[in-house]
């Protein structure tokens, strides 16, 4: 149905050729990471080799996939490509808009009513373009993907952090923003930093509580939410063929959660053994005849001290069961250990809910192992204390779990299941009584904990944990219960205790679905219309961005000096404005209300020229398009830090913004600027941020001569009549100066295809 098995072939016919000529190049046995990366650079085979953490690298990834909040804009852009269909295999994916309330059937019904014009709007994009479509209901994206198109020594990106999960099946999966995304679907090479490398060697075997999941727990606990930030993590060692490939999946999901690029796997048994399970015999059989390049070189795992930047060894037969957070997932605690921490920092021990499944762990194995505490939990009469839900990651595992009578199990103890969706990850919980803002304790397999994620409400302590370890917990109702020593007393008034949890890596008799849930898209998508009403609050088309005049900007007024940091949420917010992300205009109402103004020190408050008033900064915004009259933003260091999300330069694009002019830039905000066709610069005299002021106009003066390396001059004219000239650096090479004349990136693209 749904995977490409042509492309991987493709993918396979090359990778020798090219992983023998990196091998050369670089002139040492190379990891699996290295042999991935090299073998999907844009200019096929390498001519070069990369300076890891260093060296911005051109990459040809194999497949994009988008979920709904993330794909509205994403696809919205791509439609000005001017392509008739994508360039690389591309699915979409409709899980983030489901809100768990009720039931799966119930909350879906709700969804769809609720959702229906975003749902329809993807749906028929993706017809039109060539893009597979899960709809409502199928399953959570990183499940799907893992299920139907990841494949060893593959590369792809997707517009979730989370992409990353596919690395369970040997894959190098990154999370970008859309911009990229469409980058990579019109047909453009992929830009990324050749990521430096962490190894984990893991020793020894999992068992008894001991689940994949205390793996990444642990890793968090070592590594810290930053630990990982700019390389890739690759898993070898004994430990590392033992374990599923879902469990695999797990581990790297979890990657994101230490800001790792990614993280990954070599090719083994367990990777052969779920491919088969999921229709994928060819892709096995493909995969089989170039297995040596689908993991590192044999000399690299006997000394990796060499070959990798840092090296962790984590022995699993020693491993126990963590929870992590609250508040935070690196905050690991041993279970041991639990029952002493909670009372020394006063969370509360009584546990109101455990929420399993989410695309971190929802596999069969994960519910298996579950559901096996479920049933013991009915024989010994142990009725659980917490409330229990469970969040299947695809109709696959639902239907197949149902079959095999596990949610009939679990209906014993009174869970409730909720859709094949994010629902409780994403704070799509309508949980009853979370606006009292009680302080209360919940458990969850899910990967992120923060404040207010799970049901908004900030007095909410998450802790991570794997299934079976929450299901342990729920039923005990008791955050300090440990499943290995404690005993719990039955309806009977009698001492029990739970057993080890045992399950299946696959279904005993196979996967089963009735309807997965895909829509294929239409053979020839030219006559498939695209509706949008011009009404809708939630989707809008876009208009392109008007290409550059070829005159200097002269007279554009100071829109904001923003003080200290000014990351992407501040540029532009997400919470209620998530809503708003497929409708520019609306969600412009949202620019920069986060950044505080330097000459008042408060947020969404700045001057109008033309009026003298104060107003938020989106109407001031506003009144100065309405006029006629560039802006300009001025800005701190690692101005844009944060996500990758487009919509922090498109907003200041639609709003009139002509320049942003910073001490440094976030890099990534810094590109986005580029491909939207605005000037993103920063001071070449840093303490020229400190000439600006409230009611400044800038005039640029050299603009005509825009060139690579070249520098550019402004004449900053003060209130009273005085000027400073100050000189300002850019990074745009040749081509980047070709999408600020265009208006934007994807002008350029559309005009190349015209
Ligand atoms: Fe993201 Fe949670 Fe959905 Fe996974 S289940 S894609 S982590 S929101």
């Known amino acids: 149905m749904a995977f490409d098995i042509e492309m991987i072939k493709k993918v396979y016919a090359t990778m020798a050729e090219r992983v023998d000529k990196a091998r050369e190049l670089v002139g040492r046995p190379l990891t699996l990471s290295e042999k991935i990366l090299y073998s999907h650079l844009w200019e096929g085979t390498p001519s070069q080799a990369f300076t890891r953490g260093k060296d911005y690298v051109d990459f040809a990834p194999d497949r994009v996939a988008c979920q709904d909040a993330t794909a509205q804009m994403a696809l919205l852009q791509f439609m000005h490509a001017g392509k008739p269909k994508v360039a690389v295999p591309t699915t979409v994916h409709c899980d983030h808009l489901i809100q768990a309330k009720v039931d799966a059937k119930t909350d879906l019904k709700r969804a769809k009513e609720q959702s229906n014009e975003v749902f329809d709007f993807l749906s028929s994009v993706s017809n039109k373009y060539g893009i597979g479509f899960w709809k409502p209901g199928a399953g959570i994206i990183h499940q799907v993907v893992l299920e139907n198109y990841a494949f ?16 369970g099946l040997g894959m190098l999966a990154i999370g970008v923003g859309g911009a990229d995304a469409v980058d990579v679907m019109s047909g453009m090479a992929w830009e990324l930093k050749f990521p430096k490398l962490i190894g984990i060697k893991l020793t020894g075997k999992l068992s008894g509580w001991t689940a994949p999941k205390d793996i990444i727990l642990k890793v968090a606990g070592i590594l810290t939410v930053k630990g990982g930030t700019g390389a890739i993590i690759e898993y070898f060692g004994e430990g590392a063929t033992a374990m599923s490939c879902t469990g695999k999946g797990t581990i790297c999901n979890m990657g ?20 088969r399970a999921t229709s994928r015999a060819d892709v096995a059989d493909e995969a089989a005849k170039v297995a040596d390049y689908l993991t590192a070189d044999s000399e690299v795992y006997e000394n990796p001290e060499q070959y990798f930047d840092q090296v962790i060894e984590i022995n699993l037969s020693e491993l126990e069961p963590h929870l992590n957070g609250p508040f935070t997932p690196d905050l690991a605690t041993p279970i041991s250990k639990m029952k002493e921490e909670a009372i020394k920092n006063d969370w509360p021990l ?30 010994k009469k142990l009725k659980p204390k917490s409330k229990f839900t469970i969040t299947p990651g695809s109709e696959l595992v639902r239907y197949t779990i149902e079959r095999d009578g596990f949610i009939d199990t679990f209906d014993k103890i009174g869970a409730t299941v909720f859709a094949n969706a994010c629902g409780p990850c994403i704070g799509m919980w309508d949980r009853e009584g979370s606006e009292k803002e009680e302080r209360n304790t919940i458990v969850h397999s899910f990967n992120r904990n923060f404040s207010k994620r799970a049901d908004g409400n900030p007095n909410t302590l998450a802790f991570v944990g794997s299934p079976e370890m929450v299901t342990a917990l729920a039923i005990a109702g008791d955050l300090g219960f440990n499943p290995i020593t404690d005993k719990l007393i039955n309806e009977d008034g009698e001492e029990v205790m739970l057993d080890e949890p045992t399950g299946w890596e696959l279904p005993p008799d196979g996967f089963a679905v009735d309807d997965a849930g895909f829509q294929a898209p239409a053979e020839d998508g030219s006559g498939v219309q695209v509706v949008v ?30 003080f200290g940091k000014c990351t992407t949420d501040h540029i532009s917010m997400a919470g209620p404005w998530l809503r708003f992300r497929g409708h520019l205009d609306n969600i412009s109402n949202n620019m920069l209300i986060g950044g505080v103004n330097a000459y008042n020190m408060k947020t969404n408050s700045v001057k109008n020229q033309l009026t003298g008033d104060y107003d938020a900064v989106p109407n001031v915004a506003r009144a100065y398009k309405a006029a006629n009259v560039p802006s300009i933003v001025v800005g701190d260091h690692n101005y844009g830090e944060g996500s990758s999300r487009e919509h922090a330069a498109m907003e200041p694009r639609h709003l009139g913004v002509r320049a942003v002019l910073v001490k440094s830039f976030a890099r990534i ?24 002021q409230e009611n400044d106009t800038f005039n640029f003066i050299d603009l005509t001569e825009f060139a690579p390396g070249k520098q550019l001059t402004l004449e900053v004219v003060h209130a009273d009549g005085t000027k400073d000239v100050i000189t300002a650096n850019h990074s745009y090479n040749e081509g980047q100066i070709g999408w600020f004349n265009a208006g934007s990136a994807l002008n350029l693209i559309a005009a190349a295809n015209k």
């Open 533 to 562: 009403s011009p009404e809708s609050e939630r989707l809008q088309l876009l208009e392109p961005f008007a290409p550059w005049d070829g005159k200097n900007i002269m007279g554009a007024k100071l829109l904001i000096k923003a």
């Open 256 to 275: 994101a959660e230490v800001g790792a690029t990614t993280s990954t796997f070599g090719y083994d048994e367990s990777m052969d053994r779920y491919l």
């Open 669 to 692: 905000h810094e590109t986005n600027l580029k491909k939207q066709g605005m000037l993103a610069l920063t001071f070449a005299n840093e303490a020229d941020y400190d000439k600006i």
């Open 152 to 167: 060893p020594g593959g590369m792809m990106i997707g517009t979730d952090s989370h992409t990353v999960n596919a690395g």
């Open 350 to 379: 009584n546990i109101q809910v455990g929420l399993i499944g989410s695309c971190t762990n929802s596999s069969y194995e994960d519910i298996s192992r579950s559901v096996s505490l479920a049933k013991q939990a009915a024989e």
